[in-house]
């Protein structure tokens, strides 16, 4: 089992940037995937970025490509998402996840989840 709790979330202007950590207890943090989803009101969840469980292979959305960056500190069992240039358009609220397997969560799937942290951008 694994236990996941985001923070970092808030208000922030168009323009703006965001650091979310998400903390991991549980199992072998650093065995696991990580990863970031993040759904607005009325929308699908959508996959942000996601990281192998050594750090050296990252993967970002296309919406977010160039602006966000995930990273990890495995002697902290933390996972981050470093979010730039924000846009009204990347309100909502965003998930950390884990996967056993990396491919897990290249499709877009997870095996653990956080409860999730709110993001708002004003315009």
């Known amino acids: 089992q694994v236990q996941l709790v985001e923070s970092g979330g808030g208000l922030v202007q168009a323009g703006g940037s965001l650091r979310l950590s998400c903390a991991a207890s549980g199992r072998t943090f650093s065995s696991y995937a990580m990863g970031w989803f993040r759904q607005a009101p009325g929308k699908e969840r959508e996959f942000v970025a996601g990281?192998?469980?050594?750090?050296?292979?990252?993967l970002h959305g296309d919406s977010v490509k160039g602006r966000f960056a995930i990273s990890r500190d495995n002697a902290k069992n933390t996972v981050y998402l470093q979010m730039n240039s924000l846009k009204p358009e990347d309100t909502a609220v965003y998930y950390c996840?884990?996967?056993?397997?990396?491919?897990?969560?290249?499709?877009?799937?997870?095996?653990?989840w956080g409860q999730g942290t709110q993001v708002t951008v004003s315009s």
């Open positions: 990281i192998n469980w050594s750090g050296l292979i990252t």
């Open positions: 996840a884990a996967a056993a397997s990396y491919g897990t969560m290249r499709s877009g799937s997870a095996d653990y």
